[in-house]
């Protein structure tokens, strides 16, 4: 079965105090894997697609990167304002053009 | 800029009324989709579609029915609204083929009483 697991659920870290989020997934062909953004109360908001293995794309401070099992968000230095829920999403081979959603990880930056 | 936009931000209805939730979007995308958003439960896929008047069922269509009858216009449709369907709707829109990144609209919360 097609699965999306992210983790850590939820983050808190420090002002500046660099870290990443995880997204593993099990999937019988990978069309291509998005990260979103989402703040309380809103839709997602699109960051990357990333499309093959060793693929990186760059965003201020965020950084995704793909392997064939999992993708990574480096968050560098973060400031307050990158406090919000992160999500993956996984586009399958053999799903249409629907995708697979991670439950997200919720990010609080403390000043 | 994608642009995404659903009729309303919030919507108070009453158990058995009828509801309609717009979407539209500005970026001829074929497809269309409708999700809910529930703590613990993530995204699920409702209904989408990939060309006008066509439509498939997601992974939890029960209780609702979808309507596109223009390509920029995908219309959600709760028939007799319940209890349980209070929850964040969200929809998106993207192109078919290689380009196939989903853009949000900004959600609309449903609370059925």
């Known amino acids: 079965e097609d699965q999306v697991t992210q983790s850590p659920e939820a983050l808190r870290l420090q002002e500046g105090e660099s870290s990443s989020l995880n997204c593993s997934y099990t999937v019988s062909g990978l069309r291509g894997l998005f990260w979103y953004r989402q703040d309380p109360g809103k839709g997602p908001e699109f960051l990357f697609t990333l499309y093959s293995a060793g693929e990186e794309k760059e965003k201020e401070r965020l950084k995704a990167t793909l392997t064939k099992k999992e993708s990574f968000l480096h968050i560098t230095a973060p400031k307050p304002e990158d406090s919000a829920t992160y999500l993956c999403a996984v586009h399958p081979g053999n799903r249409d053009d629907k995708i697979i959603f991670g439950k997200g990880t919720r990010l609080h930056i403390l000043p | 800029d994608v642009k995404v936009t659903q009729s309303s931000r919030y919507l108070v209805k009453r158990t058995g009324e009828k509801v309609f939730l717009e979407c539209v979007q500005d970026?001829?995308?074929?497809?269309m989709f409708w999700y809910r958003q529930d703590p613990g439960l993530g995204l699920r896929l409702i209904y989408f579609s990939y060309d006008v008047k066509m439509k498939e069922k997601g992974d939890i269509p029960e209780g609702y029915s979808v309507s596109r009858e223009k390509k920029e216009r995908f219309s959600l449709i709760l028939e007799s609204a319940s209890t349980n369907q209070t929850s964040m709707y969200l929809c998106?829109?993207?192109?078919?083929?290689?380009?196939?990144?989903?853009?949000f609209g900004p959600g609309t919360r449903l609370l059925v009483l």
């Open positions: 970026m001829d995308h074929e497809n």
């Open positions: 998106a829109s993207s192109f078919s083929g290689p380009q196939e990144t989903q853009y």
